[in-house]
């Protein structure tokens, strides 16, 4: 009997050790050495058997035996499903539906192939279910030609494709369709994330149909947001929002109230924003168009308001400022100028006859030289940084200041000629402030500036466009203000200053501006009244009178200070060039600077004052080309007393001889851009603005992500410019403003906000601002989801750039899982341990839990990429399949699986994968709030259940708000921290509420009805 | 007063009486046949493994892991990957005797008792162009533990004797075989398991212990007696289990399993001694001894069940087993010759003993996690009478099974409860014996996929 069980057993091991033998009916199908159409154990004819010898025959390309096997095997069990049982205890994953349909597409029945992945995702979603039903789609409406449009987009939210806004982030919500199948959606945006990382909704598969909401982060500024929609043909649709994202309230700009004789206060001042301001109130009383994106102040306070006033405005995008002006500091500003400011008529009536051209003897002539200097300022710009280039700008510029040296007695050195680069916004208001500073008494100052000018449609104002003005930014303009303020100052002795702007809109020089005046003198079309005595028969010598006693009258007026403008145009462009036929003749200069260096070239009176020269040479040649009207006027200034700025011609000259000839060298000289160098007092602003801001918040700890800023900024001369951190907040200068701010804390920890302020002399001043911003304990990184990444890789990658890729994907799958914001990576080095089998990835699992464990971990993200060489395709390749697991550690519950799947393993599309697969782990694994709806003791009931998407498994932090931090200066919340009460787990799902057993609970006696909680 | 004849006759008597009738305790009490073999287990054994017990052994059809082999070799074949498996089982048997013309030997008796019940592995190969499988398979099948200790009291004709007895009997019968199926069709498929029963490669025999201690009147004078006689049984032969798979269709499979009968050598080795003391006339004290052996033929047997299974979802399976077994040819022959029945211990002319049917019906849920984790629950119930004088005594049972099944290893518990009510008449019907049996089994499988 021993012999005989001895042999049994002997035979037994002989088996036992024999090595693997195939099944019988594992008939082996041969292909490039491989061996195909065969299982891993016996064939015994069961649903599983043919499933997965279909398998191995699709594998090896062996399509028609496949599709053979797997309709074998849905005939005896025709539900695709995961984790099946076969036999005993034996589980697959039994997908003969997918798999039918992926072999019917290989051999180009694609209708076929469509039926079957459709009754395979019927039952169970799988990513290559989805992926191939995409691509047999796809082929499918190729081959039929089905596709004829491209996709729309409606999008719901926002309403309009243009709005402003101040929050951090805006839901863009909408409906991507088409007559076939949407297949993608990506969105943009230009903010702080770069293009190329756009937001993919996530498709699992195509739809002729899919809305998406996705939540966009807003920076300050413009913002564009481009949706992309791509259908399963390749067509594809963009609808793109802009949204100015507006965090700065409108900008107030108020002078104290000034007192009148009636005891009642004169309120000065304006509301702006870029945005429209919405509402505006002084002390509680709206007033003003509301919508208008400035809106004057010009109120008159009752003396029961004692000359204080509370004004408040909102913009368009929910900003506010609010300040307060009281009129206790008037007597500092008692000289303000509280009636309107007159213009002067525009008929000759009332410009004084004094006031027009005669004729000295020579004496007087040198005597006035000897008297006066001369100085210029000359600028001209063709090369603008950002705007359109200018053709003869630098040609009139150069061609006055010869004429200006080589007729009129200007010495080289008393010219600054400011050209294209050197005509920065800095370089030209310290030249002319300086030019002016320099002036004594009795001299001369002459202004020209040729180049692109601007003009505030709100305000009227106009602008010189420096070269490197921006386009859109009026800070980066020169003001006329600015001009106007260096130009009328008590504090500039000069005798006769002149301005001639030949620029766009030039003619707003002549207009009035906020805080300053000018009587404008525009010569009507046909000669009456002075202006017919004057021109007459067109010779001097119809006035009837001595030249020399014309010349003795005209430098009476020299003698008189006089602060004249002449502009090349009103309110309007001006041209470039002259047009015409004359342009031939002529096209090195403007319209209005040919006839202007015309005039003065061919001027033969040794003594003429401007009005004389624009009336007689200049207007009317000017005017008669027709479209383009110049304008002449003054500056309403007690530094104007009528006078006239006046050229005196060398004798020789005037008498008709050729003027020398000037060294080119020196000329060029000139254009050199020197400093000037300031007297005493000067600038005549030389204060820095004054910033004024909620300043008790410096210091604090904050736990929002975005602090209101409320600054005050004066400045005497008018503030420039203030930003925060480099961005500009201002978008119209004024000399009293107040501005609210919402400023963007980036980081936590340390934020500094730097404010910088810059008054239109360039002055400077810089504020400092510390805080310290804190994440609410319960987002900190440290209570988020703890988790150890575990991730396996294929024993071997079936293609070179299989493997290269998935050593990609884990590294990059790794840095997602990372920054995702859900989950606490506590060890993110990875196995590289091989995974040979996804079955026996089991047993992997469980060291990795073990490992979890240790860790301390509260869950395990078990990770398994999957490569697999497919043949079948044109090029041949391999497929990547990213299987994720969330598992808890302590009870081994599965809260989540999720996979991704695709063929293309560049590296791009395997980055998209990982994108893909984290954007599913968060779907899976919302973080929500909710409310405790009772306390058993042991068991929590909170408001969210499986409607609210999450898990049994799934971690909780029971929390409640600390003590607000309030900003001392305005009395709103910083924020506050949170007070975590314990952490629980959801135990019982049901569909509105479930079931958590709390742990960790601090010693409270339980939890209150509406106690807040968030997921971990 | 002396009856020197009476004490003589009954002092003959006690020796004689003590020296054959102490194979086992019922025989003490009565007198009994000396040919019964008592087994307190079930006589119906079937196959073992944890989930299949926790189905209550409903399993003919099902016998699609590595326990098949012992439940029906044709299933064996469905296994497509080597498995092998480990049982083990512990007991808690108590029986309420009871006998109504000695009361004081009523009471409960029982014993515990745990240890390895299966082990097996299965290896699927190809060869000749046909599937098939084998298995190495031990299973123990019978279990021979039984402790009794009561008072016994004699009161007859002028002999009055009280006593204690104690007796104790253990073993096993088990069987190492080796088993092959092969597929005969897609549908079909056959095995056998070769049985191997020898007390020299696995357990199968059994002993017992009695001991007697006892004092009494004869006649009006006092005596004590002290006896203590040992039993040892070998068991030796073998047989075979012929099974059949038939997969029906997706869901339903019927098998069939054929115990074949076999004869089996029993060897009987006895050591006893007994004395005999009056206090008061020594002249009538006496001693004796044995050592006796001889050998025996038992005759095991047929046995047959039919099974059928049905999966209503790829996750629930129930199941039904008929069993037959053919009580009436279990025969002792001894060495003279003489057939016995083993179950009475009367001549087999004179046991009235039918065949026994077994019905067990059981069900396996598994309950799949996302995780991939198995965890069945299994629950069944049957009947599996003994084999009794006139009709079988009726036994019922039911059980209970869970476990977890983890990538390739697979845990399994199952819990049986067996019952009977009024059983073993027939073993001392004099006595007005009869006994209600309680019996808790807890079985502990693991089974490994490789």
Same mark, same amino acid.
């Given at each position: ?9 002997? !035979? ?5 050790s024999s ?7 594992n ?10 159409g ?7 004819g069961?649903?599983?058997n043919?499933f ?10 062996f ?8 309709r ?6 025709d ?22 349909? #992926?072999?019917l597409f ?6 076929e ?7 395979s ?18 082929a499918r409406?190729?081959?039929e030609g089905?596709?004829?449009t ?10 309009s494709?243009?709005?402003i ?12 369709s088409?007559?076939?199948f949407?297949?993608?959606i ?14 993919f ?9 899919? /809305?998406?909401?996705?939540e ?6 413009e913002n564009?947001?481009r ?24 900008? %107030? ?8 004789p ?7 001042g304006?509301?702006?924003d870029?945005?429209g ?6 002390? +509680?009383?709206? @007033? ?12 008159i306070l ?17 900003n ?15 000289g ?5 400011? &007159?213009?002067?008529a ?10 027009? +051209? ?15 200097e001369?100085h210029?300022? #000359?600028i ?25 040296t080589?007729?009129?007695g ?27 500073a320099?002036?004594?008494?009795n ?7 040729a ?11 106009g ?17 006329n203000?600015?001009i ?5 100052n008590?504090?500039v002795?000069?005798k ?6 030949d ?6 020089? =002549? ?7 000018v009587?404008e003198?525009e010569p ?6 002075f ?5 007459g ?19 009476e ?8 403008v ?30 202007l260096l ?17 009336n ?19 500056l309403k ?6 006078g ?10 005037a008498a ?6 000037k ?11 020197r ?5 005493d ?26 602090? &209101? ?6 400045d ?9 951190n /480099? ?11 107040h ?5 963007a ?11 910088e ?11 400092? #601002?510390?805080?310290?911003?804190k ?17 396996l890789g ?8 299989a ?5 990609a ?20 080095t ?8 996804p079955?026996n ?15 301390d971990?509260?869950?395990?993200i ?18 990547l399949? #990213?299987l ?12 989540t699986?999720q ?7 560049? &590296?791009?599309?395997v ?8 954007v ?20 929590v ?14 971690? %909780?932090?029971?929390?409640e ?23 629980g787990? @959801?135990?019982? &799902? %049901? ?6 057993k709390?742990?960790?609970r601090?010693e409270?006696p339980g ?7 968030v997921m971990? | ?10 002092g003959?008597?006690?020796?004689f ?5 102490a ?15 008592e ?7 079937? +196959? ?5 017990l ?15 082999a012992?439940?029906?070799?044709? /299933?064996?074949?469905?296994?497509q990957?080597?498995? @092998?498996s480990v049982?083990?089982?512990?007991f ?22 745990g ?35 009561f008072?016994?009291?004699?009161d ?7 006593q204690?007895v104690?007796y ?11 088993a092959w199926?092969i597929?005969?069709t ?8 070769l049985? !191997? ?13 009695t001991?007697?201690?006892g004092?009494?009147r ?6 004590n007696v002290?006896?203590?006689i ?9 047989n075979?289990?012929i ?12 098998g ?6 076999f ?7 006895r050591r006893g ?11 009538f ?12 033929? %038992?005759?095991?047997p047929l ?8 999966r209503?979802?790829h996750?629930?399976t ?36 039918d065949?026994?049917h ?5 069900m ?11 965890i069945p629950?299994?629950?069944g ?17 039911f ?7 983890y990538g390739?290893f697979?845990?399994d ?6 019952? +009977?009510?009024?059983m ?5 019907e ?6 209600? =049996? ?13």
């Amino acid at each position: 009997m021993k012999r005989t069980l001895a042999a049994l057993f002997l !035979l037994f091991l002989l088996f036992f050790s024999s090595g693997c033998s195939r099944s019988s009916y594992n008939t082996c199908a041969e292909k490039d050495g491989r061996c195909y159409g065969v299982t891993r154990g016996a064939f015994l004819g069961r649903w599983w058997n043919y499933f997965e010898r279909g398998t191995s025959f699709a594998d090896g390309g062996f399509w028609q035996k496949a599709e053979a096997d797997f309709r074998q095997a849905l005939g005896q069990w025709d539900e695709d499903r995961r984790r099946v049982r076969t036999y005993g205890r034996h589980l697959i994953d039994y997908f003969p539906h997918r798999e039918l349909g #992926i072999v019917l597409f290989r051999q180009g029945r694609y209708p076929e192939a469509v039926q079957e992945l459709e009754a395979s995702l019927a039952t169970v979603a799988s990513a290559r279910a989805h992926f191939y039903l995409d691509k047999a789609r796809q082929a499918r409406i190729e081959q039929e030609g089905l596709d004829r449009t491209p996709p729309a987009i409606r999008i719901t939210s926002p309403a309009s494709s243009e709005i402003i806004s101040n929050a951090q982030t805006l839901t863009v919500e909408g409906v991507a369709s088409d007559d076939t199948f949407v297949k993608e959606i990506r969105i943009h945006w230009q903010g702080d994330a770069a293009l190329d990382d756009p937001i993919f909704v996530r498709i699992d598969l195509s739809e002729p149909r899919i /809305g998406f909401a996705e939540e966009i982060p807003l920076r300050a500024g413009e913002n564009e947001i481009r949706i992309t929609v791509r259908d399963l043909a390749g067509k594809s649709s963009i609808k793109t929002i802009r949204i100015s994202g507006d965090r700065t309230g409108p900008v %107030l700009s108020a002078s104290p109230p000034v007192r009148r004789p009636d005891g009642r206060y004169l309120l000065n001042g304006y509301a702006h924003d870029p945005s429209g301001v919405r509402t505006l109130t002084i002390n +509680g009383r709206s @007033i003003g168009k509301t919508g208008a994106e400035e809106i004057a102040i010009r109120d008159i306070l009752l003396p029961s308001h004692g000359g204080r006033a509370v004004i408040e405005a909102e913009d368009m995008a929910g900003n506010r400022t609010r300040t307060l002006v009281d009129g206790a500091s008037l007597s500092q500003m008692e000289g303000f100028e509280a009636a309107p400011l &007159l213009l002067a008529a525009s008929d000759g009536a009332v410009i004084p006859a004094r006031t027009r +051209g005669v004729l000295t003897p020579e004496k007087r002539i040198q005597g006035y030289r000897e008297s006066a200097e001369n100085h210029a300022v #000359i600028i001209g710009i063709n090369d603008y940084a950002k705007w359109p280039e200018l053709k003869t700008a630098v040609n009139d510029a150069r061609a006055l200041q010869k004429i200006l040296t080589t007729r009129y007695g200007y010495e080289e050195e008393q010219i600054v000629l400011l050209t294209d680069g050197e005509a920065t916004w800095e370089k030209i208001l310290h030249v002319l402030s300086g030019a002016a500073a320099r002036l004594s008494e009795n001299d001369n100052l002459l202004v020209y500036f040729a180049g692109h000018g601007q003009l505030d449609p709100l305000t009227d104002n106009g602008y010189w466009i420096p070269r490197d003005g921006s386009r859109n930014d009026p800070s980066t303009w020169i003001t006329n203000t600015a001009i106007r303020d260096i130009l009328t100052n008590p504090k500039v002795k000069g005798k006769n200053i002149l301005v001639i702007a030949d620029s766009c809109y030039s003619g707003s020089l =002549l207009r009035q501006g906020p805080g300053a005046g000018v009587a404008e003198a525009e010569p009507p079309g046909p000669p009456s009244g002075f202006f017919s005595f004057l021109r007459g028969g067109g010779s001097v010598a119809r006035f009837g009178r001595e030249t020399t006693d014309l010349e003795k009258r005209i430098l009476e007026l020299a003698r008189q200070r006089s602060r004249q403008v002449i502009s090349s145009g009103g309110i309007e462009p001006v041209s470039d060039r002259i047009p015409g036929a004359q342009a031939q003749e002529n096209p090195e200069h403007s319209l209005f600077a040919t006839y202007l260096l015309k005039a003065l070239t061919e001027n033969r009176l040794r003594v003429v004052d401007i009005e004389y020269l624009y009336n007689t040479r200049i207007w009317k040649s000017i005017v008669d080309q027709g479209g383009q009207r110049p304008r002449i006027g003054r500056l309403k200034t007690l530094m104007d007393a009528d006078g006239q700025f006046v050229f005196v011609q060398d004798t020789a000259i005037a008498a008709g001889k050729a003027p020398p000839e000037k060294d080119a060298d020196a000329v060029a000289g000139n254009t050199a851009y020197r400093r000037p160098q300031l007297p005493d007092g000067f600038p005549l602003d030389a204060a820095p603005p004054e910033i004024r801001f909620n300043r008790g918040i410096d210091g604090r700890t904050v736990y929002i992500e975005q602090v &209101l800023l409320e600054i005050d900024v004066d400045d005497e001369s008018g503030v420039q410019s203030v930003s925060v951190n /480099g961005r500009k907040i201002l978008r119209r200068p004024g000399r009293y403003l107040h501005l609210n701010h919402l400023a963007a804390l980036e980081k936590v920890g340390e934020n500094r906000l730097v404010i910088e302020c810059m008054d239109q002399m360039g002055n400077r001043s810089r504020q400092e #601002i510390r805080l310290h911003r804190k994440v609410q304990k319960i987002h900190e990184t440290g209570v988020r989801m703890s988790a150890v990444p575990f991730i396996l890789g294929p024993e071997s990658a079936a293609k070179p750039d299989a493997e290269s890729s998935q050593i990609a994907a884990k590294a990059y799958l790794l840095r997602r899982l990372t920054q995702c914001g859900r989950f606490n990576i506590i060890d993110a080095t990875y196995s590289p341990n091989s995974l040979k089998t996804p079955v026996n990835s089991t047993e992997e699992m469980g060291a990795a839990m073990e490992n979890a464990r240790a860790l301390d971990a509260d869950f395990l993200i078990y990770g398994m990429l999957l490569t697999k060489e497919e043949t079948g395709r044109e090029a041949g390749g391999a497929s990547l399949q #990213i299987l994720i697991d969330v598992v808890e550690t302590d009870t081994g519950e599965r809260l989540t699986t999720q996979d991704v799947y695709d063929e293309d393993l560049s &590296l791009a599309n395997v980055r998209n994968l990982c994108r893909g697969i984290v954007v599913k782990l968060r779907d899976a694994l919302p973080l929500i709030g909710g409310q405790v709806v009772r306390d058993d003791g042991n068991a929590v009931i909170i408001n969210l259940g499986e409607s609210s998407r999450i898990k049994k498994g799934m971690h %909780l932090i029971f929390f409640e708000e600390g003590e607000p931090v309030i900003d001392p200066d305005t009395g709103r919340s910083l924020g506050s921290d949170t007070v975590i009460l314990g952490e629980g787990r @959801i135990e019982r &799902l %049901l569909p509105e509420f479930s079931y958590t057993k709390p742990f960790a609970r601090m010693e409270i006696p339980g939890f209150e009805r509406g106690q807040r909680l968030v997921m971990k | 007063m002396r009856y020197p004849k009476i004490k003589s006759r009954w002092g003959a008597g006690l020796l004689f009486w003590f020296m054959l009738t102490a194979i086992h305790p019922i025989s003490l009490c009565l007198g009994a046949d000396l040919q019964r073999i008592e087994i307190p287990s079930s006589f119906n054994p079937v +196959g073992s493994g944890a989930r299949a017990l926790g189905m209550s052994g409903a399993f003919i059809a099902v016998a699609d892991d590595a326990t098949a082999a012992s439940w029906n070799p044709g /299933g064996l074949i469905q296994l497509q990957m080597p498995e @092998i498996s480990v049982v083990y089982d512990g007991f808690h048997r108590t029986e309420a005797n009871r006998f109504v013309r000695s009361p004081a030997a009523s009471g409960d008796e029982s014993v515990t008792r745990g240890r390895i019940n299966y082990l097996s592995g299965a290896y699927p190969f190809s060869l000749l162009g046909k599937d098939m499988i084998v298995s190495l398979n031990y299973q123990r099948l019978y279990d021979f533990t039984r402790k009794w200790d009561f008072p016994l009291v004699t009161d007859e004709k002028g002999l009055f004797l009280e006593q204690r007895v104690d007796y104790k009997q253990e073993g096993d019968l088990s069987a190492v075989g080796m088993a092959w199926s092969i597929q005969a069709t897609s549908a079909l498929s056959f095995g056998v398991t070769l049985n !191997l029963w020898d007390d020299d490669l696995s357990p199968n025999g059994w002993k017992s212990v009695t001991v007697q201690q006892g004092s009494g009147r004869d006649a009006g004078d006092a005596f004590n007696v002290q006896s203590i006689i040992y039993d040892r049984y070998s068991f030796k032969g073998m047989n075979a289990n012929i099974g059949m798979l038939w997969i029906v269709d997706r869901k339903l499979t019927v098998g069939a399993v054929l115990k074949t009968p076999f004869e089996a050598d029993l060897s009987h080795t006895r050591r006893g001694a007994v004395s005999v003391q009056y206090p008061g006339a020594p002249e009538f004290s006496y001693a004796a001894s044995e050592n006796s052996s001889a050998d025996e033929t %038992l005759k095991m047997p047929l046995s047959f069940g039919i099974g059928a299974a049905y999966r209503f979802f790829h996750n629930l399976t129930l199941s039904l087993d008929l069993y037959r077994t053919e009580w009436d040819d279990f025969v002792r022959v001894d060495a003279h010759g003489s057939k016995w029945s083993p179950i009475t211990g009367e001549a087999l002319s004179d046991a009235d003993i039918d065949p026994t049917h077994q019905i067990r019906m059981g069900m396996e849920y598994l309950w799949i996690t996302r995780q991939r984790q198995i965890i069945p629950l299994c629950a069944g119930f049957f009947y599996d009478p003994a084999p009794a004088p006139g009709s079988p005594d009726d036994i019922f049972g039911f059980s209970l099974g869970s476990g977890i099944g983890y990538g390739i290893f697979h845990f399994d518990v199952a819990y049986q409860y067996r019952f +009977g009510e009024d059983m073993g008449e027939y073993m001392m019907e004099a006595a007005g014996f009869s006994q209600n =049996l309680k019996e808790h089994t807890l079985y502990a499988s693991m089974v490994v996929h490789f």
